[in-house]
């Protein structure tokens, strides 16, 4: 955490910090959080923190990512560069191979750290992350992939978010909007072509 980098909000970054053959390696997970919320000694997210069980999963996961490919390029007697390993636990900062076999959940946490990383302030970020909490727990006995989100499961996903959470109109409209600024950055990213029922 930095709190010298303490937003107006009172947010502080969270970064993963490395050592690459002497030189320090630092990289920012997209997440953030209030210093009251983050525990120094366990470098994780208190419960007090919203969403804290996801941003410990995501941080857990991209220190595992990290760890793997530095094991990879030492067994290949190679010492990555910062980039290198960046681009190794942030692989949506080029083009996703095999993007249609993912999950919707698992291409939307790309696109929260994307987001992030691009300075998407810190209410849209908030928000893009209520859609992708929703979305895993509507898939959470049968994850789909993000090609098989047709407009009969978007329907279906909508039908249970008023039922879950008796949205409104307004609501269920910016749900939607999240939905469709995912799959646009999709279609950058991945090359998928975006069903006609999401244009706007």
Known sequence: MLTDKRDDNGFCPIFIRSSINSQPF??????????ADWDIDRMKFKRSH?????????????????????????????IPTPQQLKDCIAPQSSKIENIVSYSIVDVYDRFLIDSANQGKKLGSIKALKTTRNH???????????????????????IGWLMAQFDYQPNSIGSQTKNLITLFHWCEKQGGIVLPADYRQ
């Open 26 to 35: 630092k990289y920012f997970t997209g997440e953030k959080c209030k210093p």
């Open 135 to 157: 979305l895993a727990k509507f898939t959470i006995k049968k994850p789909i992939a993000i090609h098989e989100f047709t407009k009969a499961i978007y329907d279906k996903f």
């Open 50 to 78: 919203e969403g804290w069980q996801h941003a410990n999963e995501r941080l857990s996961k991209l220190r595992s990512d990290l760890e793997s490919a530095e094991h990879n390029f030492k067994l290949q007697r190679i």
